[in-house]
T-cell receptor, first 109, second 115 residues
Framework: GIQVEQSPPDLILQEGANSTLRCNFS?????LQWFHQNPWGQLINLFY???GTKQNGRLSATTVATERYSLLYISSSQTTDSGVYFC???????????FGEGTQLTVNP | DAGVTQSPTHLIKTRGQQVTLRCSPI?????VSWYQQVLGQGPQFIFQ???????GRGNFPDRFSARQFPNYSSELNVNALLLGDSALYLC??????????????FGPGTRLLVL
C-alpha cells in the first residue's frame, strides 16, 4: 500500500513564529487532506488539496502531485494551533484514507 | 447542520467482552468509514460502507465487523476484546464512494479502554 511520511515529528515554536510541515507520499493519489487533531481527539479538516495551492487565513497548503509531496504552512502561530497535524491520502485504487504519523506542534506563549 | 456523531464517547470493557460503537453520518452522506487510532499513531482504516454494502476492509482480524443501516448510520462491533484494542475509534462520512475530489469528515470518536 501507499506510504505516507510526515516531517518533522515534533515541532516547538514561540507564539508568532511561522512553520512548514511536510508530507511525502509514495504513489499517485486521488485525494490529500490535512487535518488538525485537537487535544480531545477531534480531527478537524483543514484542507482538501490533491494538487495546487489553497489558503485559509493564517494557514496555507501546497501539493505538488507530480513530485508526491504536500506542504502545510502556518504563519503567525498561536497557542491554539497546538496539537497534532495529520496528512492523509487516498490512493487512486481505492477510497480509504492512509494517514501519516503526524506532526506534534506545540506553540508556547 | 449537525456533523458526524458517535456514541458512546467513552467506554471501558474487560478482555473477552464484546463492544458496539455507533455512528451517524452527516445528513445526505451515504458513505461511512471506520478508523482505529492507537495512542501516538495516525488513524488506521478498518472498514468502509456505502449503501449498506462493505466497500473496503483494512488489515484487521475477523473479530471486527460492521454494518450500515438504511438511514446510513453504522455500527462497529468488536468481539473477544484484547488489551490492544484500546484506542480511539473514529467514524468518517462522505457524500459518495470512490468519487475523485471527495472530502471525508470525522466524528469526535469513541475512546475504548480494555482492561
Amino acid at each position: 500500500g501507499i506510504q505516507v511520511e510526515q516531517s518533522p515529528p515534533d515541532l516547538i515554536l514561540q507564539e508568532g513564529a511561522n512553520s512548514t510541515l511536510r508530507c511525502n507520499f509514495s504513489d499517485s493519489v486521488n485525494n490529500l487532506q490535512w487535518f488538525h487533531q485537537n487535544p480531545w481527539g477531534q480531527l478537524i479538516n483543514l484542507f482538501y488539496i490533491p494538487s495546487g495551492t489553497k489558503q485559509n487565513g493564517r494557514l496555507s497548503a501546497t501539493t505538488v502531485a507530480t513530485e508526491r509531496y504536500s506542504l502545510l504552512y502556518i504563519s503567525s502561530s498561536q497557542t491554539t494551533d497546538s496539537g497534532v497535524y495529520f496528512c492523509a491520502v487516498e490512493e487512486t485504487s481505492g477510497s480509504r484514507l492512509t494517514f501519516g504519523e503526524g506532526t506534534q506542534l506545540t506553540v508556547n506563549p | 447542520d449537525a456533523g458526524v456523531t458517535q456514541s458512546p464517547t467513552h467506554l471501558i470493557k474487560t478482555r473477552g467482552q464484546q463492544v458496539t460503537l455507533r455512528c451517524s453520518p452527516i445528513s445526505g452522506h451515504k458513505s461511512v468509514s471506520w478508523y482505529q487510532q492507537v495512542l501516538g499513531q495516525g488513524p488506521q482504516f478498518i472498514f468502509q460502507y456505502y449503501e449498506k454494502e462493505e466497500r473496503g476492509r483494512g488489515n484487521f482480524p475477523d473479530r471486527f465487523s460492521a454494518r450500515q443501516f438504511p438511514n446510513y448510520s453504522s455500527e462497529l462491533n468488536v468481539n473477544a476484546l484484547l488489551l490492544g484494542d484500546s484506542a480511539l475509534y473514529l467514524c468518517a462520512s462522505s457524500p459518495d464512494r470512490g468519487r475523485v475530489q471527495e472530502t471525508q469528515y470525522f466524528g469526535p470518536g469513541t475512546r475504548l479502554l480494555v482492561l
